[in-house]
């Protein structure tokens, strides 16, 4: 057996073990809430609720995961030409990797598995200016999106003296956001310098992988996916009995994705760190905390489970041949 065949033939068997851990993940999770009684739950607030609330926010995780994949592609065109396609299939792969892994660290794995070789470490630090996009996005929209809240409806009839304060520091966080993601070349310059970079001949010279055209499109990307989950728990939690008014649940849900986003979890405790942060925060709109934790444990299903399978598919029949466009 020459080295490419044997190194082919570990690959496919690391691949079994990475599927076999996730599925084992997603029986677990599932048999340790069966106690909870959600299936009962669900079929009640089926036959009662509004089922196509259901329907728009399933059609809503393809539209969320397409929006990435295109960014991802967009992140690899100085690189690599990807379709569209294989974009989504190494998407997909990175889920499952990462529902095992410290607040979904794993991902980056899955996503460059459809590379080239040569291009894996390279666009699995690019990955790091799409991740930064999308935690611009996710803590900017929680930190006004806590200040609102508070200000037009917690807090309405306190009169704070330090609001200006607040806000003003909410504008410097901003502009420090937006100035350090448009500043990122001099971060990857300084890390091609290092010893172990240029080893693996990681170079990071390329202009139009750090040109502005392409961050702002990134940017917004990550902008428009940001609104399509947040409309998704939005629709979750409306079929699931939580009455409020559409923009107070958005406000709510910024906050919702913020803890969740900068929050340590592992994923044998990820289902409960997210129920009980949407307990904490939704309850100040419902008493309905039943639908609250419905409505998390089915995004969580629809946004990470299904698509954990499907991607289960594509981790297994990866073969490290390299796959072009």
């Not at 009684?37 to 089926?46: D, K, P, Q, T």
């Not at 990307?221 to 409020?244: D, E, K, N, P």
């Not at 499907?310 to 297994?316: E, K, L, N, Q, S």
């Amino acid at each position: 057996m020459n080295q490419k065949t044997l190194s082919n033939f570990n690959f496919k068997y690391l691949n079994i073990v990475l599927v076999i851990i996730a599925l084992s993940y997603l029986a677990y999770k599932f048999t340790s809430y069966h106690h909870q009684n959600y299936s009962v739950l669900f079929l009640e607030i089926l036959s009662k609720g509004n089922i196509s609330l259901l329907i728009i926010a399933l059609f809503f995780t393809v539209l969320n995961y397409g929006l990435e994949a295109f960014k991802w592609q967009l992140l690899l065109s100085p690189l690599q030409k990807v379709n569209l396609v294989n974009a989504y299939k190494s998407i997909l792969a990175g889920i499952t990797i990462s529902i095992f892994t410290p607040n979904r660290t794993g991902e980056v794995v899955g996503k460059v598995l459809y590379l080239d070789l040569q291009e894996k470490l390279k666009a699995a630090m690019l990955n790091f200016s799409g991740s930064m996009a999308q935690m611009i996005c996710t803590s900017l929209a929680g930190l006004w999106g806590a200040i609102i809240y508070l200000n037009y409806f917690a807090l309405k009839d306190v009169n704070l003296p330090t609001t200006k304060v607040i806000y003003s520091i909410a504008i410097i966080c901003s502009a420090l956001a937006f100035l350090i993601y448009f500043n990122q070349q001099k971060f990857f310059l300084w890390i091609s310098k290092k010893k172990w970079a240029q080893k693996f001949r990681i170079s990071f010279t390329n202009q139009q992988q750090f040109k502005s055209s392409l961050q702002v499109k990134v940017l917004l990307l990550s902008l428009i996916r940001y609104l399509v989950f947040s409309t998704q728990l939005i629709l979750l939690l409306r079929f699931c009995g939580i009455h409020a008014s559409f923009f107070q649940l958005f406000l709510l849900c910024t906050v919702f994705f913020l803890v969740m986003w900068f929050l340590p979890s592992f994923a044998l405790t990820e289902l409960g760190v997210r129920g009980s942060v949407a307990v904490l925060i939704f309850q100040n709109v419902s008493n309905n905390i039943s639908g609250a934790l419905l409505a998390v444990v089915l995004l969580w299903i629809i946004n990470v489970a299904l698509p954990a399978l499907i991607g289960c598919f594509y981790v297994f029949n990866l073969t490290g041949k390299n796959n072009k466009a």
